[in-house]
Each structure stands twice: as structure tokens, then as C-alpha cells.
């Protein structure tokens, strides 16, 4: 709570968070909590919650500009034409999505073309968005998934956070 509302703690303010451990722990319901205290209490850092499969969803019926909606989310401007006006945004279940999708016959691993750019939203002084996420995955399991190169980006991008314990679920 103190991240969000800007008081000083052990978090980088200037780094979204990652929830990462077991299934079960809390690491989505947490982040829902959040996001409901912060948009009931009109916080600035308020986020859009969004699960990963929903993400590839939208890719496979809508093809890239469904993808922009969690990337530049590109809006019509007063004058014509558009522009762009990304988010704040949590990514639920981040690396355990169904990692690549076909676009005309060409696979494509939609998170990952996702992450980098949500990545470049979070390093262009223009928009400065975080990005938020949770996964079942610790730390070194996302390295296996992503490349290399999105990995090292993720350790600047987020603040990681282990949850740990048993499923709360009954």
C-alpha cells in the first residue's frame, strides 16, 4: 500500500511489481485489491487489470491492433488522426499464456511483442507507464520463457516480490 500511495518503502517507486510464486497465494486477488482501493480513492497510480490469456485472445481476433490496446492504446485526437496514450497496466499470469499465436502463417509470441512494448512505454520520457504483473513462474523460470534480452529488461521494469505458502484456495 505504501508503494501505491507514494510513501517511501523498500520498493522502487520508479519500477512497477511483480508478484511471483505458487498457485493459490493471493498474487491476483492482491492486485484486484489494489486496483480497487486505488481507482475508489482516485489514486494517480491506478493500473487496468487485465489476465494474459485475454490479451492473446484479442491478438488472435483482432491481429495487432487488438495488441495495441495494452500497448499505445492509440485514441482518435479532437483534430483527426490519433494518437497514442498508453496505461498503466497489470498483466495476470504473465508467462504462462500460450506463447505464440499465427498471424498470415507467421507466429508471432504475443506477450513478448507485448513486453517490449510495454518496455519501451516505460523507458520514453513522454509516457512513463508501469507495468505491473503476476506469475506462477519465479524469476528464472520467466528467464526460460522470454528471451535473454526481455528478461534483463524485466529486471528494470519490475519490482519482484515473492509470495510464498500453500494454495488459499478451498
Request: charged share 25%; glycine share 8%; with cysteine.
Amino acid at each position: 500500500m505504501k508503494y501505491f500511495n507514494g510513501i517511501d518503502c523498500e520498493l522502487d517507486f520508479n519500477k512497477g511489481i511483480m508478484l511471483v510464486g505458487p498457485v493459490g497465494t493471493g498474487k491476483s486477488s492482491a492486485m484486484k485489491i489494489l486496483q480497487s482501493y486505488m481507482i475508489k480513492t482516485h489514486n494517480p497510480n491506478s493500473f487496468r487489470f487485465i489476465e494474459s490469456r485475454i490479451i492473446i485472445r484479442d491478438f488472435s481476433k483482432h491481429k495487432y491492433v487488438g495488441l495495441e490496446w495494452y500497448s499505445y492504446n492509440y485514441k482518435s485526437g479532437i483534430h483527426g488522426g490519433e494518437y497514442p496514450d498508453p496505461q498503466t497496466l497489470c498483466i495476470d499470469d504473465l508467462g504462462l499464456e500460450n506463447r505464440e499465436s499465427t498471424h498470415y502463417g507467421e507466429s508471432v509470441d504475443v506477450m513478448g511483442e507485448l513486453m517490449t512494448d510495454r518496455y519501451s512505454i516505460f523507458t520514453d520520457p513522454k509516457y512513463r507507464k508501469l507495468t505491473h504483473a503476476t506469475s506462477n513462474l519465479s524469476p528464472d523460470g520467466l528467464k526460460g520463457v522470454y528471451s535473454e534480452r526481455l528478461y534483463d529488461r524485466f529486471r528494470e521494469m519490475f519490482n519482484v516480490i515473492p509470495l510464498t505458502g500453500k494454495s488459499k484456495r478451498k
